[in-house]
């Protein structure tokens, strides 16, 4: 009986430590907290085979990083297609700062393909290794980052006469594939 009570009890522990962190109750100020949104240029085949407009793909991008950069977070977006070399490019874009939330988008998440499953694998890898610290949270389009971060990063305050910074926007993708302008 004993030995069965300490195999439940270890079996309880292990399952405990294998849960993921609770939803953060400790609030920060404006200006504190460093967010990173990858996910797929508007312009890649994979973007437009799932029926999206990658011009309206990109508007939203914009604005939706400008309102999390309004609402007081500090933010890079890192745009990059499945063809490219993950850890050289955004590896390099990881390094160097404390990232409070590394957020995929939908385009790479949403995907039934093979290519961008591995390519999202990748990518939590790469947050796993270089922003260790770091929320993953997941937004459910291109104008729905700043909800995903407030979900794991709720500020202390309004933020309105204290924005964010504007720590970057890159896109790499290879000129073969992503041909298409908009």
Request: with cysteine; hydrophobic share 40%; net charge negative.
């Amino acid at each position: 009986m004993v030995a069965l009570i300490s195999l439940v009890s270890i079996a309880l522990i292990g399952s405990a430590a294998a849960l993921p962190p609770a939803l953060p109750t400790k609030k920060t100020g404006c200006g504190e907290v460093n967010v990173v949104l990858t996910g797929l240029p508007p312009n890649h085949p994979t973007v437009i085979a799932q029926g999206y407009d990658p011009k309206a793909v990109d508007a939203g991008l914009k604005a939706d990083g400008a309102n999390v950069i309004k609402a007081g977070y500090n933010y890079m977006l890192v745009l990059l297609g499945p063809e490219v070399d993950e850890p050289a490019t955004l590896g390099k874009k990881l390094e160097g700062t404390m990232w409070s939330v590394a957020a995929t988008g939908f385009g790479v998440r949403g995907s039934n393909t093979t290519e961008l499953t591995y390519h999202m694998e990748k990518t939590l890898q790469l947050f796993r290794e270089k922003a260790p610290g770091a929320a993953l949270a997941f937004n459910r389009s291109p104008v729905s980052t700043l909800e995903a971060i407030q979900r794991w990063a709720p500020l202390s305050s309004d933020c309105a006469d204290s924005p964010g910074k504007d720590l970057g926007s890159e896109t790499f993708c290879d000129a073969t594939v992503c041909t298409q302008s908009f």
